[in-house]
């Protein structure tokens, strides 16, 4: 298959399930799951040697994966497939299974049991980001005094005795708080991620539950840390994935490529979900979401939005960049020039000749009894 002009072997290709034994149960199990969603018929499943354990690989077949992810691009899955992702959650669990089973890389598991929690952390992820709506700030942070303390030293921290689930939502979805707090792009989806991790373990692992607790309450895992511990990731640039290949629930972080608005404290870059149907959720605009066309030209504007407070600081001004994004979107010619320029891989963060999209997506680590791999650094 031709993934955007890269050929790739297929035998990685798409979800993997390693284990030691027990082959049987994993392909029972899984083609269960495939029965109730209507998709057993599309998959094929594969043995494939490994010398110190029993490896199956279930992907889609070619000439599906042909018809409903040209070059890779799962944007259109759900027009493909007729479904309703919104109103029906096991619409967005087919979407979510059938983008995994097109991955031109392997999403790699220790059991069924970590695959079927792993969808299940994704519709949750999708269904938190829908709802979150918060007030953009890089310089203040503000959380529900009932729920959270600030700590100089530790930041955020989760007051003793309050459900951790709660106090998630009461942070970020103003449905349930009545409020929007302040939050960086980037601290908002870590606490998208820990809500949607921590509502899967509280009924899968609830030991694993507990520790998520008690790491909250001892200290808050922010930035490069908390991608090391809580996630893990597929592609790289050396082995990129498709431009327009997501998987709802994956998190990425489209790069500002113009060298003068990614100086601007919050403007370097954007931090967001996949919420399928080729969405990607808008924290700052309540019941909004972005294309990825309205996403690349929002950010190609930043340039054109840039002022002087009157403190002298580099602002963006938002009501600029979204009237030049309605221009751009009634002028084809504009729009195409700036697609082409945004629509490609991101460069080395010193260089400014790239695109915004990244090589690679993030998801969140197992969490399943016996097999998680999420290690709490103080717990």
């Known amino acids: 298959m031709d993934y955007g002009g890269c050929q790739r072997d297929l035998s990685l290709a798409g979800i993997r399930i390693v284990v030691d034994s027990d082959s049987d149960s994993i392909r029972r199990n899984f083609t269960m799951q495939l029965r109730e969603l209507g998709l057993e018929e599309q998959v094929e499943i ?35 497939l007729q479904l309703d992702t919104r109103n029906n ?19 790699e598991f220790t059991s069924y049991a970590e695959l079927a929690a792993a969808i299940r952390i994704r519709r949750y992820i999708v269904e938190a980001a829908r709802k979150t709506s918060l007030a953009f700030a890089t310089h203040e942070a503000e959380r529900p005094a009932e729920f959270w303390v600030y700590d100089e030293d530790r930041g955020f921290i989760l007051r003793p ?67 090391q511990v809580f996630q893990r990731s597929i592609g790289s640039s050396g082995d990129p994935l498709p431009l327009k290949f997501f998987v709802p629930g994956d998190r990425t972080w489209f790069r500002n490529p113009d060298q003068t608005s990614s100086t601007v404290t919050g403007y370097e870059g954007s931090w967001t979900f996949y919420i399928g149907n080729g969405q990607f959720a808008d924290f700052w605009k309540r019941g ?7 996403k690349c030209l929002a950010m ?14 580099c602002q963006i001004n938002e009501n600029v960049v979204d009237e030049l994004v309605e221009r751009s979107l009634k002028d084809p010619v504009q729009k195409a020039e700036i697609l082409s320029e945004m629509l490609r891989l991101q460069e080395p963060l010193d260089t400014f000749s790239g695109g915004c999209i990244e090589p690679h997506r ?7 009894v016996g097999t998680a791999d999420l290690h709490l650094p103080d717990v």
Not at 68 to 75: E, K, S, Y
Not at 89 to 104: H, K, Q
Not at 362 to 368: I, L, N, S, Y
């Open 300 to 313: 190609f504007h930043w340039r054109n939005a840039v002022y002087r407070d009157a403190q002298g600081e």
């Open 362 to 368: 993030d998801f969140p680590r197992q969490v399943c």
């Open 161 to 227: 005795g309050r459900s951790l689930v709660t106090a998630l939502q009461q942070a970020t979805q103003p449905e349930e708080s009545a409020q929007q707090y302040t939050f960086s792009c980037r601290r908002a989806g870590e606490y998208v991620v820990l809500l949607s991790m921590a509502q899967e373990t509280m009924l899968s692992n609830p030991k694993l539950f507990h520790e998520l607790h008690r790491q909250a309450e001892a200290r808050a895992v922010k930035g490069r840390e908390f991608e």
């Open 89 to 107: 959650s096991r619409d967005l669990e087919r979407e979510i299974l059938v983008a995994m089973l097109l991955s031109p890389s392997s999403f």
């Open 288 to 294: 909004k979401s972005f294309t990825l066309t309205t």
């Open 46 to 80: 594969i043995d494939l040697p490994d010398s110190n354990a029993t490896a199956i690989q279930f992907r889609l077949h070619a000439e599906l994966a042909d018809s409903w992810a040209p070059n890779g691009d799962t944007m259109e899955l759900c027009q493909k």
